[in-house]
């Protein structure tokens, strides 16, 4: 077993018989979905309306970030944690790629667009992305590494096309 699985079931072992983690979890899981991307139309709208020069950066990064990880997901095929190691997850997912994190990198990226107009609320946007991607591997549904991958690769976007 490897020791991303490994760690994946100590992780996930610290949620088990906690009935009201696993409600805070499925909250968190499904509320940083809505929650992220309410935040990137409205930043979008914003920026839109201000006819701010930024907005195509804004449009662009994060759309790369979710092309390059939908294809590494394909390419790699991963199974996820729950189809692996025969586990129950506190939310219901498919069973399609599991690394990179789509979850974590679009939370990231968003988190990281932010910062660029507005850093302080981007400091705080990383930081509910940070939770956002340790909630996917306590609900079973993603390995520590798919979630840090998908978090560097925003990084790495970030790094390269904000500058």
């Known amino acids: 077993m ?9 992780l996930y072992g ?3 018989g906690k009935q009201q983690l696993k409600k805070a979890l499925y909250f968190i899981n499904r509320g940083s ?8 139309t409205g930043c979008v709208l914003w920026l839109l309306f201000c006819l701010d020069r930024f907005l195509i950066k804004f449009l662009l990064i994060p759309a790369l970030v979710l092309i390059t990880v ?9 199974k996820r944690p729950f189809e692996a190691l025969g586990i129950e997850t506190v939310v ?7 690394f990179p994190s789509r979850h974590a990198s679009s939370a990231m ?15 705080l946007c990383i930081c509910l992305a940070l939770i956002t991607a340790v909630s996917r591997v ?9 979630v840090l991958a998908g978090i560097l690769i925003s990084f790495l976007f970030s790094l390269l096309f904000f500058i």
């Open 92 to 98: 219901s997912h498919g069973k399609s790629g599991s």
């Open 109 to 123: 990226i968003i988190a990281l667009s932010l910062h660029q107009i507005n850093p302080a609320a981007g400091y």
């Open 14 to 16: 610290f949620v088990s």
């Open 138 to 146: 306590l609900a079973g549904v993603h390995y520590p590494l798919d």
């Open 2 to 10: 490897s020791i991303d699985a490994k760690l994946f079931l100590k």
């Open 33 to 40: 979905s809505i929650f992220f991307v309410a935040l990137y």
């Open 70 to 78: 939908t294809i590494l997901r394909k390419i790699i095929n991963r």
